[in-house]
């Protein structure tokens, strides 16, 4: 999902301020406590991001933790969440317990044919996304789901198809990017001209199984449906939507193909159709990129993985270190840049997170336009794409 900043005078106010900050004496900005940035963690709103909008909204499935990056986004932008649906009874109780005014349901279609809902969240086991989303849009309403909000070319078919019915939203949450506040800011750098024209993007995806903390999904151990492609739709599909999603982002492109793809299951034989490493090759029409994903995090990093996202241009490259500086300090969001005059750090922790509120406007005003819809769906087409055809590997110990 493309979105345009609707606070963006603000945004470039605050923005500028940090990077003067950030360039006196090389110092960061910002520079005081750490504070650890967790994998689509919702920061605190900042209080002059008043919302604008109301929306009421529900949760129609919470197989995976992301639901709680999401409701906070929708949240932040004025959303009010009135209803929630689980499969899972201690997914719902931990749910309940954090939202305890949510009105618990007994099935889907409670929510579905709630004439006041306008808005359907879910991360549902990921195959059963789209099904759903076809669903909520037949009923008029809008629909967010996790990434990766489709998993077959046959669902992403009935998805187009259902959009040009009902003109209804169908968005997926691709919060590394929209979530991320380096990477958000990173985007901003980007529109100024800061180096120049997007060439090429490298994103290092490095994930972690079971964690210690946080809402990113494996606190409490990875669910059966984890270990099954069909399901979580492969390492290419689910992690990589992220990737490419931003891909298509920073380089601008509106015509994208994978180049080639692989998968390799290397130290997880007790479940042998899991896929713990893929990459793949990208080339659009106005860039190129590389994604490199992985299920081998140390418990030593001390968060769940150590994202990277390289941005080169014709007069410079971005770095975003988005959850950790490792070995320097445990903070997120650090945005390096380099052009042809200065090599700069940013601290972006302080930089306002847009997403909600823009995206609850496009539902309020009908404003989510034909491009921030295709892109969205591109990014999918894109990762079903390189998971199909992808060449699985076997390496010899």
Not at 26 to 39: D, I, T, Y
Not at 131 to 158: F, N, R
Not at 171 to 191: D, P
């Amino acid at each position: 999902m493309i979105h345009k900043s609707t606070g963006r005078r603000d945004f470039l106010k605050h923005a500028g301020w940090m990077g003067s900050m950030a360039m006196m004496g090389g110092l960061p900005a910002f520079g005081g406590a750490s504070r650890p940035v967790m994998e689509d963690a919702v920061l605190p709103q900042e209080p002059d991001e008043t919302p604008k909008n109301h929306i009421k909204f529900s949760v129609c499935g919470m197989s995976h933790d992301h639901i709680y990056g999401m409701v906070g986004a929708v949240q932040r932008g004025g959303g009010e969440l009135v209803s929630a649906w689980a499969s899972e009874p201690d997914k719902l109780a931990a749910f309940t317990k954090r939202f305890p005014a949510a009105k618990i349901v007994k099935t889907q279609e409670e929510i579905i044919n709630d004439p006041s809902i306008q808005l359907v969240l879910s991360s549902q086991i990921a195959n059963e996304r789209a099904p759903l989303g076809i669903k909520v849009m037949k009923h008029g309403k809008d629909y967010l789901s996790d990434k990766p909000g489709i998993t077959t070319l046959e669902q992403l078919a009935e998805v187009r198809k259902t959009i040009a019915e009902t003109k209804r939203i169908y968005a997926i949450m691709y919060s590394e990017r929209l979530e991320v506040k380096a990477a958000v800011y990173a985007g901003e750098l980007i529109k100024q001209g800061a180096i120049g024209k997007v060439i090429q993007t490298i994103n290092i995806a490095p994930h972690q199984i079971f964690q210690r903390h946080g809402d990113a999904g494996g606190s409490g151990g990875r669910p059966d449906w984890f270990w099954v492609p069909e399901q979580y739709g492969g390492i290419l599909c689910d992690i990589g939507s992220h990737q490419v999603d931003q891909f298509l982002f920073y380089t601008g492109s509106k015509q994208a193909e994978v180049v080639e793809s692989q998968i390799a299951n290397v130290r997880h034989p007790d479940h042998p159709r899991f896929q713990d490493f893929g990459d793949m090759v990208l080339r659009g029409d106005r860039g190129l990129g590389y994604v490199r994903l992985d299920w081998f995090t140390p418990d030593g990093l001390g968060t769940w993985g150590d994202g990277r996202l390289f941005i080169l241009g014709t007069d410079g490259y971005i770095e975003a270190r988005k959850y950790t500086d490792v070995a320097v300090k445990k903070q997120g969001n650090n945005l390096f840049v380099v052009d042809q005059k200065q090599a700069r750090y940013i601290d972006c922790n302080n930089m306002p997170l847009p997403f909600g509120r823009e995206f609850v406007a496009d539902i309020v005003n009908r404003t989510h336009n034909a491009q921030d819809q295709e892109q969205c769906l591109l990014a999918a087409e894109l990762v079903i794409k390189a998971q199909k055809n992808a060449k699985f590997v076997t390496l010899k110990d």
